[in-house]
């Protein structure tokens, strides 16, 4: 038997590849990165706080399909075509999480899939004990 618990949700976009929205392997869960893409029509978010927003929005809804939430995730990696939106993720990250925030990394990338501008993936730990 595998350990290896594959996270799928209709209600954040679809893999573009050959990859899985997210695995769980005992209470912690690998979430793929997420880009700015609306679903159901997987079109791209309009401007950098949209797609802010619905990048979020992307991770909550896999979040909740593997049985946890934001305020869950442990670790959160931020990829940023500018670094100069780094503010405006700070903003919004304190608007749509509590303290005490996950430990996170920013990094500078020249582009990112379908001309996005920000994609973040993380690392979510489940309390089991709840």
Excluded: W
Excluded at 64 to 78: F, H, P, S, W, Y
């Amino acid at each position: 038997m595998s350990r290896r618990h594959i996270i799928h949700t209709d209600q954040a976009p679809a893999a573009i590849g050959s990859y899985s929205q997210a695995v769980r392997v005992a209470d912690t869960v690998y979430l793929s990165g997420q880009i700015g893409l609306q679903v159901p029509s997987m079109a791209m978010a309009t401007g950098i706080e949209a797609q802010i927003r619905q990048v979020f929005a992307n991770l909550s809804a896999v979040c909740t399909a593997a049985g946890g939430r934001l305020e869950d995730i442990v670790k959160l990696n931020v990829y940023l075509v500018d670094l100069a939106d780094f503010a405006l993720v700070n903003q919004i990250m304190a608007e749509l999480m509590q303290q005490p925030f996950p430990a996170r990394a920013a990094i500078g990338v020249a582009a990112l899939p379908r001309q996005a501008r920000v994609e973040m993936d993380a690392v979510m730990v489940l309390d089991t004990a709840a």
